[in-house]
């Protein structure tokens, strides 16, 4: 069973970036869609999609800020995050597109904080 562990994270400040890498460990198909959902204490948000073909998408909080890619040859996607709000902070997860959360990763923190 693939697993995905998710690094990056850290604490930033408002305005800052960070560029968040998820690799899978065990078999990953170039032909699934990944994405990154984001959990914060109050709600949970699908913050991105990458399909097969490259085709993205993006919550409304989030488009022309973050950019996902993807690797299939390293078995690696990533989330390019810049100008970073406050309400970005939360635990970020990457996950094949129809995971159960109780197979999701550890995820990774990100705060955003002055």
Not at 19 to 39: D, E, H, N, P
Not at 76 to 102: F, H, I, Q, S
């Amino acid at each position: 069973q693939v697993q995905f562990v998710e690094s990056g994270g850290g604490l930033v400040k408002p305005g800052g970036s960070l560029r968040l890498s998820c690799v899978a460990s065990g078999s990953f198909k170039s032909i699934w869609t990944m994405a990154w959902y984001r959990q914060a204490p109050d709600k949970r948000e699908l913050v991105a999609t990458i399909m097969a073909d490259r085709t993205t998408t993006y919550a409304d909080s989030v488009k022309v800020r973050f950019t996902i890619s993807r690797d299939n040859a390293k078995k690696e996607v990533y989330l390019e995050m810049n100008d970073l709000k406050p309400e970005d902070t939360a635990v970020y997860y990457c996950t094949k597109m129809g995971t159960a959360d109780d197979d999701w990763g550890q995820g990774t923190q990100v705060t955003v904080s002055s």
